[in-house]
């Protein structure tokens, strides 16, 4: 005789904190129920559900009611599911052995569909989502990013370490509108890394800096992730992580999604941005720096020597996945060439009293 399992262990999220709990799930005639640790008791109707994940081997199934969630690890759920309702009602659930022909000839036909969807359609969403989000509201979520990866304890507080910085953001900013106003900070991490998240919050970490050999090296690198922030690339790589459902009522000023992501925020440091972000970050920081009259072939100097140490630019992991350092740096000396070939004038970027400052670590004597 084959028994019926009564319950099965899942993961909520109630969509308006970064919280998880574990729960213990039994499907009922009603819909599926479980108790919170605070021992609030959940209905979810079957009509009211959305499965967004498990279809895949080896995938989690995700079930979606607004903003909330359901993980399950165990990939029998879904069976269990479609015996007990058939899977009517159910937005994406398995249906009953008989119905299998007939979705997978739907599913066949759909591969396509949902291949393009995958390529063209969701980046498209995405980078439309991003583009109507706020300033302010950027701003509130890069400074969750930043709090969380980097608290304050952990950033240079030498007042002319970061007046010189202070000076390479504005000489790098110059005169062209931005509705970003740039907050960048230095990380006392060995770390070779810079980070942009939303809204102009800007981290260089220590090591970075340690390894530049001139501010001109580092200016590069600045206005690099300067670049990263005008396009929205941080903004793009948050809402890729998130739920559509999330993504659509943040835009429409739901307070409970906003606050949802905020809090999500802080462990949202393993996102990654894609190849042709980072190709656009790289032309605009090098059009950036020559904007500023800056001499571009320090940005060429910081690639050869990273690719000399065999390490990919800034890749650490956070908020970061770099094309090749050869393709990069190919691409950044044919635009040097393009400006020496012009015969542009430049001027430093820091005085030297500034740069010693800046590369001072803050245990040393001023």
């Known amino acids: 005789m084959q028994v019926t ?35 609030s008791d959940h209905v979810w109707g079957f009509g009211e559900l959305r499965q967004t994940q498990g279809r895949h081997r080896g995938e989690p199934i995700r079930l979606e009611r607004g903003l909330e969630a359901l993980v399950i690890a165990e990939p029998e759920f879904l069976a269990a599911l479609a015996k007990h309702r058939r899977g009517s ?9 008989k119905q299998t022909a007939i979705a997978l000839a739907s599913a066949l036909g759909l591969v396509g569909l ?25 701003d509130k979520l890069g400074a ?13 507080a030498d007042p002319e370490a970061n007046a010189a910085l202070a000076a390479m953001v504005a000489r790098l900013a110059g005169d062209a509108p931005s509705p970003y106003h740039y907050r960048v900070a230095i990380v006392e ?21 340690a390894r530049a050999q001139s501010p ?22 948050v ?13 429409t000023g739901d307070a409970r999604a906003m606050g949802q992501i905020l809090d999500l925020a802080g462990d949202l440091g393993a996102l990654r941005y894609n190849r042709e972000a980072e190709r656009e970050a790289d032309r605009d920081g090098m059009y950036r720096i020559q904007a500023a009259a800056i001499d571009p072939r320090g940005m060429v100097r910081f690639f050869k020597e990273l690719q000399e140490r065999e390490s990919g630019f800034l890749d650490v992991g956070a908020l970061s996945t770099h094309p090749p350092t050869r393709e990069r740096l190919a691409a950044a000396e044919a635009l040097a060439r393009d400006w020496q070939a012009a015969s542009r004038e430049t001027r430093p970027v ?17």
């Open 216 to 237: 001109e090296e580092l200016a590069g690198v600045l206005a690099h992730e300067m670049a990263h922030v005008e396009r929205r690339h941080s903004t793009q790589a």
């Open 350 to 366: 820091l005085t030297q009293a500034q740069w010693q400052a800046l590369k001072r670590p803050p245990t040393a004597e001023p």
């Open 239 to 251: 809402f890729r992580e998130l739920s559509f459902s999330a993504v659509l009522a943040a835009l």
């Open 144 to 156: 969750a990013v930043t709090a969380k990866i980097a608290p304050l304890e952990t950033r240079n």
């Open 114 to 138: 949902g291949i393009s969807l995958y390529v063209w359609g969701i980046p498209t969403f995405v980078n439309a989502a991003a583009a109507r989000v706020p300033v302010a509201w950027e």
């Open 5 to 39: 399992r009564a319950s099965w262990t899942a993961r909520y999220f109630d969509g308006q904190t970064a919280r998880r709990q574990e729960v213990s799930l039994r499907i009922t005639p009603g819909g599926l129920h479980f108790r919170c640790e605070d021992g």
């Open 189 to 209: 991490q060995p770390t070779v890394n810079a980070l942009a998240a939303p809204g102009g919050h800007i981290l260089l970490y220590r090591g970075l800096i």
């Open 89 to 97: 009602g159910i937005r994406g659930a398995q249906g009953a052995p």
